[in-house]
Nanobody
Framework: QVQLVESGGALVQAGDSLRLSCAASGLTFSRYSMGWFRQAPGKEREFVARIRWNAGSTYYGDSVKGRFTISRDNSENTVYLQMNSLKPEDTAVYYC????????????WGQGTQVTVSS
């Protein structure tokens, strides 16, 4: 049974930093590309970042480029999202997701972790 468990969400102030983690189990982590998405109340889900299965390439949504960094530790089956210079508009539930190799259709999703940025 595949599980993706996010952690690290919190209430922070604008300008602060936060690191989210997503621990994966039940899959061969090194064969899965990992993504982070977010959804704010009343808004559609938004792509945040993605890292390829071999950690060779990373991709970011325009709204987080230069502020967020995705990384992974295949020995720990964990993907991270380092978020710097947080803004109130970053407030959302953050989800991690996994897709096999470069398939680009996500197979598995976590249940999310809340990030709230106060002004």
């Amino acid at each position: 049974q595949v599980q993706l468990v996010e952690s690290g969400g919190a209430l922070v102030q604008a300008g602060d930093s936060l690191r989210l983690s997503c621990a994966a189990s039940g899959l061969t982590f090194s064969r899965y590309s990992m993504g982070w998405f977010r959804q704010a109340p009343g808004k559609e889900r938004e792509f945040v970042a993605r890292i390829r299965w071999n950690a060779g390439s990373t991709y970011y949504g325009d709204s987080v480029k230069g502020r967020f960094t995705i990384s992974r530790d295949n020995s720990e089956n964990t993907v991270y999202l380092q978020m710097n210079s947080l803004k109130p508009e970053d407030t959302a539930v953050y989800y991690c997701a996994a897709h096999l190799l470069d398939k680009l259709i996500y197979d598995y999703w976590g249940q999310g972790t809340q990030v709230t940025v106060s002004s």
